[in-house]
């Protein structure tokens, strides 16, 4: 069972039809029983840092989450969802993450052009599971202002060019995720998301 974790913020129903789309067996939920039963963990997210991380710490999850990713077991964060993850962010300068990487999201440089970055952009990935059966330079729709800048650069799975290089995508061990939207992204974003199924 995929526990897709409700804390008020997040397309929860376009990411569970995606899902179920490529066979997962989904349950939204904001129980920490579930999350504990799960064998896979989503961490959506749209919107500000900070009301993320507030509306996630209403919940009580963020100790379950913790642990459970601890203790191997695997997770997607999707956009915002990709930066709890770290310990902070300009956005909410006064706001901790989940600090389950170390570094921070910072905005995105992109002189002359429109800040949130919203729309289609190819991406460059080296060997990351999320890409398994992947090729060229895809493209994926990403709709943000931030993106993660982590301590270990080894972290980054995938990079797209806004102004500047943009952190697209995270792998480390049982730790997966995407700044862009996967369910959002046709038939690439399915793939990456039975590759997390899969990995």
């Known amino acids: 069972m995929l526990a ?3 804390y008020g913020v997040g397309n929860l129903y376009s990411v569970a039809k995606a899902l179920a789309c490529v066979g ?3 349950k939204i939920t904001s129980a920490a029983a579930d999350i504990e039963r799960a064998d896979k963990l989503i961490l959506p997210g749209v919107g500000a840092f900070g009301d993320c991380m507030t509306n996630l710490a209403a919940t009580g999850l963020i100790p379950t989450i913790v642990r459970e990713v ?14 709890i993850l770290f310990a902070g962010s300009e956005e909410s300068p006064n706001v901790d993450g989940l600090k389950i990487f170390g570094g921070h999201v910072r905005r995105i440089c992109a002189d002359g052009l429109k800040i949130p970055h919203m729309g289609w952009n190819a991406i460059r990935f080296g060997g ?14 990403f709709v943000h202002s931030y993106h993660a800048a982590p301590d270990d650069t080894n972290l980054i799975a995938a990079t797209t060019t806004y102004g500047e290089t943009v952190t697209a995508a995270l792998e480390r061990g ?3 995720a995407t700044q862009f939207h996967p369910e959002k992204s046709g038939d690439v974003g399915l793939r990456v998301l039975k590759n997390f199924l899969d990995a």
């Open 174 to 176: 049982n730790i997966f």
């Open 70 to 83: 601890a203790a191997g077991k695997p997770i997607l964060g999707i956009c915002v969802g990709l930066q």
């Open 24 to 26: 997962g067996d989904v």
């Open 128 to 141: 990351s599971k999320l890409f398994a059966g992947l090729s060229g330079a895809p493209y994926f729709y």
């Open 4 to 6: 897709l974790i409700d």
